[in-house]
């Protein structure tokens, strides 16, 4: 049976209409495994990416002078506040799209805890990712608001708690690669000359682009301690290293896959190593609360899993087959976490462990085949970092 008829009959086995099968192939579509062409497992971690340099210098400022002000003499959107249509303003935009920081020295975004702003390097399967931990849920919607919606006051899921900035324009860095580009032609670096070298810069995105990591403090999917029967300070410091986990596997898969999407197949593939790093051992029942399926077949609202309806988002009918998918894929990847995986907590597993779980779709995971497909992935990528892992 090949791949596709292989789903199909997945699907129609969670009760997956005609028309809802076609969407759900659609939205289950792998796109992880569409890339892994490009991949040589023997490449991990990645080489870090250019911007981790100048990063590097803002952690080492910030221990001097707090990391809110090392970070908005840099940010320039950290120098606006929130506002309703500030993104149309004038100065805004002269800030955001030429990199003219404003005058003023002091910082206008208002943070209830500046202090409370940590900033560090933080090491992945992709290479090291600069991360910002937020003190408070206010101050988090603040900092998401104006690095990732123009300071504008968009609302934000309560259960959202984490977010990667991508593709983020670091004026900072043109302003530092302009002046050496000054300081190589000394004899001609007029504006006209500024604007024609600016030009070339433009398509070399590296050298200005960063990506980093933006964390919160609060429980991980807005999710009560009492509800997982844990104590509240040690659910708050679990539900810091599951979202730093959680965004460490979406860098990797961004970086690795050239995909990163709203979809339930990468949010269970990033639950899962961010529960396995706080917990030590995956734990369906966690992922099922997290993205509000604990009493399945009942849909919590405020759950994350609707969230990621896809574009065009899925039919009523097609979400409630999802969540059977879901709901069936979390507890074969437990049962085989425990059964295999444990065997395999090394750097090479890990490395092992998402390379299969990004060659399936979310049908394979969630069929009674699973362990099999699964032990099958493991032990191909094993065998090309040690024949004897296998």
Not at 203 to 231: C, E, W
Not at 257 to 276: K, V
Request: charge should be negative.
């Amino acid at each position: 049976m090949d791949t596709l008829a292989f789903r199909t009959q997945v699907l129609e086995a969670h009760g997956a209409k005609l028309t809802e099968v076609e969407e759900l192939l659609a939205y289950n579509r792998n796109l992880f495994d569409e890339q892994r062409g490009s991949i040589n497992p023997v490449d991990f971690p990645l080489a870090n990416e250019p911007h981790i340099e100048v990063w590097r210098e803002y952690v080492a400022s910030a221990q001097s002078q707090g990391a809110f002000s090392a970070l908005a003499n840099a940010l320039v959107q950290l120098r606006f506040p929130i506002q309703a249509g500030i993104s149309t303003r004038e100065d805004y935009r002269r800030a955001t799209r030429k990199g003219e920081f404003p005058t003023q020295t002091m910082t206008v975004l208002v943070l209830i805890e500046p202090a409370q702003l940590p900033i560090f390097i933080y090491h992945t399967l992709a290479g090291e990712i600069p991360v910002i931990v937020s003190g408070n849920r206010a101050d988090f919607v603040a900092l998401l608001q104006a690095l990732t919606k123009r300071n504008e006051p968009v609302d934000i899921p309560d259960s959202m708690g984490a977010c990667i900035v991508s593709g983020y324009n670091n004026w900072d860095r043109v302003k530092r690669y302009r002046q050496h580009w000054e300081s190589q032609y000394p004899d001609h670096c007029s504006e006209q000359d500024w604007l024609e070298a600016f030009a070339d810069l433009v398509p070399q995105k590296a050298r200005y682009q960063d990506r980093f990591i933006l964390l919160s403090r609060g429980p991980y999917s807005n999710v009560p301690a009492t509800q997982l029967g844990l104590d509240e300070d040690e659910w708050l410091r679990l539900s810091l290293v599951i979202r730093r986990e959680h965004e460490s596997i979406h860098y990797a898969t961004r970086r690795c896959f050239q995909s990163m999407r709203n979809n339930a197949l990468d949010e269970l593939i990033a639950d899962y190593f961010g529960i396995l790093a706080a917990n030590e051992e995956y734990r369906a029942d966690w992922f099922l609360q997290f993205i509000g399926l604990e009493q399945f077949p009942t849909y919590r609202e405020s759950g994350r899993l609707h969230l990621y309806l896809g574009d065009p988002p899925l039919s009523a009918g097609a979400f409630t087959v999802l969540t059977s998918l879901v709901k069936q894929a979390a507890a074969n990847l437990e049962q085989f976490d425990r059964t295999y995986l444990q065997r395999h907590r090394t750097i090479a597993g890990k490395i092992a462990t998402l390379l299969a779980l990004v060659s399936l779709t979310l049908e394979e995971l969630a069929s009674d085949a699973s362990f099999m497909l699964l032990r099958k992935a493991m032990q191909a990528h094993q065998k090309q970092f040690d024949p004897a892992l296998s």
